[in-house]
Structure formats: structure tokens, C-alpha cells
């Protein structure tokens, strides 16, 4: 849900900051039956969220009703990545800030596109380096856990084809979207060679100098002067500033006023003979030209006579000396162009080739002054830049790194499209904490149901199969005061939209006859995550959970109902539940319970969840810390394959013996669902293992 474009409400004086300066809040609740917890009360802008283009989720469509979690249950690059920002420049992902506009991308029509975003969170970590090489030169050094947009859907930087580790990675077959960097290294703009470059293009693109004499009958008077009149302050700023760096002082004055067809003309001017004449000597062609003054060269002949439309990068002049300086500092900066025949005024056009990844190129290479020239927004993510992956190395050494959460869930990152972090992190987009307030702070969207059944009337709208509990539980505490799901049942079943729930909540039980009667029309599948069967364990790990035993009867009464019911055995813990009895009391009273089916597997940390539950540990089993930080060393987010093996081979016996199906988590292939026919009958189908991860790593 976005916060941004919601229906205003009454600001309550009780809500937290960051979520009373939000549209579409409603107002801040406390109850007593819910000691300690606030719940923020929001309308919803949309229900349906559709999984970002081309993820290997098996699912395309998810509803949450809530943002946070009642139950209580105890990614990232260099930071010299260069990010696209909104004004078409790029800075580094270390010096951006919460509230920056940058450069996002967002599905319209056939094609994805480039659209304004606001970073929403930012924060470091320390994790291992891998290095990612492109064929057109560009250079990524990120974890490897972060993602990428390839031509085949987003991809990590490394992974498995089985185990736990088993994701969509990178590998040298892949290209990644975006218009690259090139290894291009921008032009240091306080260097004396710049700044006499960028004066000679602009002054004598589009400035003007004269030397005349004036008789006004008594005498010959010597006239000396210095114009150069712009609409856009930045680059007549950027002149007036680097003039004065050269100890030449001009004057700003009002030059035309706007009208109808033409903005206002600011000019900064001198008529002094030593200034004048020193200007003149700055934009003269040195007798040695070098490669920063060429860039500011192009970075002033651009502001001054350059434009950039549908993609295209031209420059303008008809001066011989000037175009011939033009084409010499594009060769030497290797910017492929074309000089086109002269036009019916003696006007040459000098343009660029290669699209947008050639436009970029010039922008991070020259730096021009001028903000409106660069604009990207509304541009098709299509680029005819290599970048086919050619390497991707482990470096073998820990950084420090940052990642950062958009509003649109990506980011423009060293030129090619770079996936945002999510899980508790969500929560900091609220300047709310991924810890504590992800427990306590709940948001609820209480027009889900409502805004849903719009979106499912839509004509365009193909039936496609929605998971309910891939973020936040819908069956969380919260649920039985809200009352949320009943009616986003009724909407989907009305709709024809088959659907599935995953929930370690046993308010399921409420709506087993809305569930039922949904079935009759549409497929409905079932699941229960049950991790920790000791009574004292449980309530110390997820204290506001309700029981194995009760979510054993939750799961009785959804088989007495006719659902074919699985049972996530998950997440496992090391040296708490993992034990053969453990483990064979568990599966005794799931098979008592009419389950048919486990998928188990080993705990995930990943980052966010991972400093959750390390607290939890150090509180609880202080001689398990250890241990755990040798099971889940620096950043990584899994058990180690031999403990996995380990665990399997423990399990699967006893899955054997006492006659379930099932499987461990890692063994799922990651595939979406077809949907099936509205006749189909009630079959408890749960998502794969990658909609299951996403709920486990809920659980702390």
C-alpha cells in the first residue's frame, strides 16, 4: 500500500510521527484487549498487489490487510554505487537521504518505464562483496543477496539450483536491464582545464563579447562588453561563479521579461575593459587541449545550444572552429555522433548515437548544469547497451554496504535496475522501527474489502490465483477486531478469483463455513505454519500466537470441513526443536490433527528478522548464541547445507512413519500456480517454496 494518493482522514494527536503528516490515515486506536499495541487505522488506496515485474514469485497477486504483525513474533550495494536521481544526475547510495527523489521504474502499458520515486528508508550493513561485470565495461559490487533486473525477470546475485539456497541467481547467460555506467569516471568540475572549457562552450555558444569605438563628438571612447543572457539560472550561475574563480566580477540584471511563448531572460554583464579582455583570453582554444577541457567544452556547449528530446542529444552551431571543437571532444570522450548537413540557416545539428545508454553516458561524463535537459521520466526501459553479465566474482571479503527502500521498489543503480529491500524493513517506511513497532505498531487498511471487490469488477481483471499471508498474517490478532477477511473472502469468491491462505492463526476457524462456501465456487487452499510445539518455547518466541494445540484444532476443523490441509513444519530451530523426539511428537500430532501434508524446513534469518531474534537468544538461551552465530556467520541468512542434510535426514523417515506427504522447503521447485477451473474441487494447495519463506521470516 501506498501512503502517498489516499483519501484524507481526521489526523488522530495520538499517531505516531510519520504516520499523521500521511494521507488517507484515519486515526490512531488502543484497547485495552490489546495491551501495549496501537492501531493505525488507514484507507487503503488499492488491495490488489501485484508481485514486481517478472519476479520468480509463484504467485502474481497478494492481498494484506494489515502492515505489522499483532502475533509478536521474535539486501545491499557499495556505498560508491552511483543512483539515478530525479534531476538526472547520479550520487553515490551513501550520501542519499530519506526523502531524496530519484529514479524508479513502473510498468505502463507494453512497456516498464522510468518514473520519479522517493527513497523511503536507508541503512548500512556489512556483508560479503561479490563483483558483477557487464560487457559494455559497467562494474556492480553488491551482496549476495541483492537483486537485479534481468531480461528474464529479477535474479540474485548468487544462489543454488537446490538446497535452501535454491533462488533465481545471476549467471554470465543473463543481461541486465538499464542503460549501464560504462566505467565512465565524471569530469572533476573544480579543475581549472573544466572550468575553461565549460566557459568556451557556453560563452561562445551562446554569450556575447565586442570591442568597438564611440565617437560621440568630443572624443573617441573605447566600448568594451560582456553578455551572456540565459533563461535557466543554473548554468548562468555555474558561469558567474567560475568567472569569478578567474577574478572577473559581473552583474546580474533582469534582461526580457516571460511572455506568452518565451521564459524570462536573466543576463549577467561587465564593461570592464581588463574583464572583458580576460574573458576573451579564458574561452580562447588553448595550445594544449586535454581531456577535461573537452568535457567542459560539451558541458557548457550543451547548456548553451543543446537540447535532448525523445532521447535524442543534439548541439547546435554554425561557426566552423566550433563544430570542428565539438566533433574533437566527443571522439576523444568516445561519444559516438553524427554531424548532419547544414539546414537552410548554415545551422550543423551535432548529435549523439546509441540512444539512452550513450545520452547517460554524456550527462555522468560532462556534467552539464542545466536540470531540465536531463530528464529521463516517462522513458522507456529499453537500451540497445551490452549488458550481458561476462563475470561475477566472490571478492572473499566482508564491506560495508547500504541498501535503500523506494516507493517503487526499485532503484536505478550503476545504470541498470536494482531491486529494494522489504520484510520488516516495510515498516521503516512509516518512521516506524523493524523491530518493536513491526509488534506493536499495526496498520490496518479498513476499506480492504471494499476497494477490492473494485478492483475484481474490473473487466480487465483475469481471475489470476491471490495468496493471502505473504507479508503480514491475515489471521493475526487483529483479525478478531477487525473482522477484515470475511468479506475479502466473499469478494474474491464472488469474483471467481481462486485463492489461498497461509496462517499460523486459529481465528481461521471463524470463517471455515464463508471458506466452504467459497470453495463450492472457486478453488480455496489451506495452510497452517506450526514451528514450536513446546508450550513454554512458544509463548517465549511468539508470544501473542496462539498454541500448537490450538492450531492443531484449527487444522481439525478446517479437514472435518473437507480442505485438504498442509502443515508448515517451519522454521526448525537448531538445538530447540530438533530433536528426534521433538520431531516425532510434532508429526504424530499433526497426523492426528488430519493434516496431509508437511513441507519443513530449517530457520532463516535474514536481515531485519536476523537482529530480531539474535536479542531474543541473548535474552533467552544466552549458551545458544555461539552456536547460532557459527550456524548463521556475518550476513548469511541460512543454515549450513550440512546442517540441512542433517535435518532432512532426520525428518524424512518420520514423515514415513506416520503416513504424511510432504516435503522439505527446499526441495519446491519455485513455479506460479495456473488457475484452476471455478468447479474445482476443495483442495488444500499451498504456494511454493518461495511464498513460504517469505512467511517464515515473519515469524521473529
Known amino acids: 500500500m501506498r501512503w502517498q494518493g489516499q483519501e484524507l482522514g481526521a489526523v488522530d494527536a495520538a499517531a505516531l510521527p510519520g504516520l499523521d503528516r500521511m494521507d488517507g490515515f484515519v486515526r490512531s486506536v488502543t484497547t485495552p484487549d490489546f495491551a501495549g499495541m496501537t492501531f493505525h487505522e488507514v484507507m487503503a488506496k488499492s488491495a490488489l498487489n501485484r508481485v514486481p515485474g517478472m ?22 550495494l557499495s556505498p560508491d554505487t552511483l543512483v539515478l536521481m530525479a534531476d538526472g544526475r547520479q550520487r553515490p547510495i551513501a550520501d542519499l537521504r530519506v526523502g531524496d527523489e530519484i529514479i524508479g521504474t513502473q510498468s505502463e502499458g507494453d512497456y516498464r518505464r522510468y ?20 560487457a559494455d565495461g559497467t562494474v556492480l559490487v553488491a551482496s549476495g543477496d541483492h537483486r537485479f533486473l534481468t531480461e528474464r525477470g529479477w535474479k540474485h546475485v548468487s544462489g543454488a539450483m537446490s538446497g535452501s539456497g535454491r533462488r533465481p541467481y545471476l549467471t554470465t547467460r543473463n543481461r541486465l536491464l538499464g542503460f549501464g555506467m560504462a566505467a565512465t569516471v565524471g569530469a572533476d568540475e573544480s579543475s581549472s582545464d573544466y572550468r ?5 562552450g557556453m560563452i ?11 565617437d560621440d563628438g568630443v572624443r573617441v571612447r573605447p566600448v568594451h562588453r560582456f553578455r551572456l543572457a540565459l533563461t535557466d539560472v543554473e548554468a548562468l550561475d555555474r558561469v558567474r561563479l567560475m568567472l569569478l574563480a578567474e577574478d572577473v566580477q559581473t552583474y546580474t540584471r533582469p534582461f526580457t521579461p516571460a511572455t506568452v511563448v518565451r521564459r524570462e531572460l536573466t543576463a549577467i554583464h561587465t564593461a570592464k575593459q581588463r574583464d572583458v579582455a580576460r574573458i576573451s583570453a579564458l574561452i580562447a582554444t588553448p595550445l594544449r587541449t586535454n581531456a577535461a ?28 572552429d566550433y563544430l570542428r571543437l565539438l566533433e574533437e571532444a566527443f571522439t576523444t570522450h568516445d561519444i559516438p555522433f553524427v554531424r548532419e548537413p547544414p539546414r537552410p540557416n548554415g545551422v550543423h545539428v551535432v548529435r549523439t548515437v546509441g540512444g539512452l545508454p550513450v545520452r547517460q553516458r554524456f550527462f555522468h561524463l560532462v556534467h552539464p548544469a542545466i536540470t531540465r535537459k ?3 521520466i516517462g522513458t522507456a526501459l529499453k537500451s540497445v547497451a551490452d549488458l550481458r553479465i561476462v563475470s561475477i566474482e566472490d571478492l572473499g571479503t566482508t564491506i560495508d554496504m547500504v541498501d535503500i527502500t523506494t516507493g517503487t521498489g526499485d532503484f536505478i543503480a550503476n545504470g541498470v535496475v536494482s531491486h529494494n529491500c522489504f520484510a520488516r524493513g516495510t515498516h521503516e517506511y512509516l518512521d516506524l522501527d523493524a523491530g518493536h513497532d513491526f509488534d506493536s505498531q499495526i496498520v490496518v487498511k479498513v476499506n480492504v474489502a471494499e476497494v477490492l471487490r473494485r478492483e475484481l469488477a474490473r473487466g480487465s481483471w483475469a481471475r489470476e490465483p491471490v495468496m493471502l499471508g505473504t507479508n503480514t498474517d491475515p489471521y493475526q490478532r487483529a483479525e478478531g477486531r477487525y473482522r477484515l477477511m470475511p468479506d475479502i473472502i466473499a469478494a474474491l469468491a464472488d469474483s471467481g478469483t481462486p485463492f489461498s491462505i497461509l496462517t499460523k492463526g486459529s481465528l481461521l476457524r471463524r470463517d471455515l463455513p464463508i471458506l466452504t462456501d467459497a470453495a463450492s465456487r472457486v478453488r480455496v487452499s489451506l495452510a497452517m505454519s506450526i514451528a514450536v510445539f513446546d508450550d513454554a518455547l512458544q509463548h517465549s518466541i511468539e508470544p501473542g500466537t496462539p498454541t500448537a494445540t490450538a492450531r492443531l484444532q484449527t487444522v481439525r476443523a478446517a479437514t472435518d470441513a473437507g480442505f485438504a490441509v498442509t502443515v508448515f513444519l517451519m522454521p526448525i530451530l537448531p538445538h530447540l526443536t530438533d530433536s528426534i523426539p521433538q520431531l516425532d511428537d510434532a508429526l504424530s500430532r499433526i497426523r492426528a490433527a488430519g493434516a ?24 533467552e538461551h544466552p549458551e545458544l548464541v555461539s552456536s547460532y552465530r557459527g550456524l548463521y556467520p556475518g550476513a548469511s541468512a541460512y543454515a549450513p547445507k550440512g546442517y540441512r542434510t542433517w535435518l532432512n535426514k532426520r525428518v524424512r523417515p518420520l514423515l514415513r512413519v506416520h503416513g504424511l506427504g510432504g516435503h522439505a522447503e527446499e526441495d519446491d521447485p519455485p513455479r506460479r500456480p495456473s488457475a484452476p477451473s471455478a468447479a474445482a474441487a476443495r483442495v488444500g494447495v499451498v504456494t511454493t517454496s518461495r511464498g513460504r519463506a517469505v512467511e517464515a521470516d515473519r515469524l521473529f
Open 55 to 76: 519476479s520468480a514469485m509463484p504467485f502474481d497477486w497478494t492481498v494484506n490487510p494489515y502492515r505489522g504483525c499483532s502475533h509478536a513474533c521474535a539486501y545491499c
Open 596 to 619: 496431509v501434508r508437511v513441507v519443513f524446513g530449517a530457520l532463516h534469518l535474514r536481515p531485519g528478522a536476523k537482529q530480531w531474534f539474535l536479542q531474543w537468544l541473548e535474552r
Open 196 to 200: 575553461r572549457g565549460y566557459l568556451a
Open 374 to 376: 536531463m530528464g529521463i
Open 115 to 134: 518514473v520519479r520515486t522517493q527513497v523511503k528508508a536507508k541503512w548500512s550493513t556489512r556483508k560479503r562483496a561479490f563483483r558483477i561485470t557487464l
Open 293 to 320: 577541457w573537452y568535457a567542459g567544452f560539451l558541458a557548457g556547449a550543451f547548456d548553451a545550444e543543446g537540447s535532448c528530446s525523445r532521447g535524442v542529444l543534439r548541439i547546435f552551431n554554425k561557426d566552423a
Open 204 to 214: 561562445r555558444g551562446d554569450g556575447m563579447i565586442f570591442h568597438k569605438t564611440y
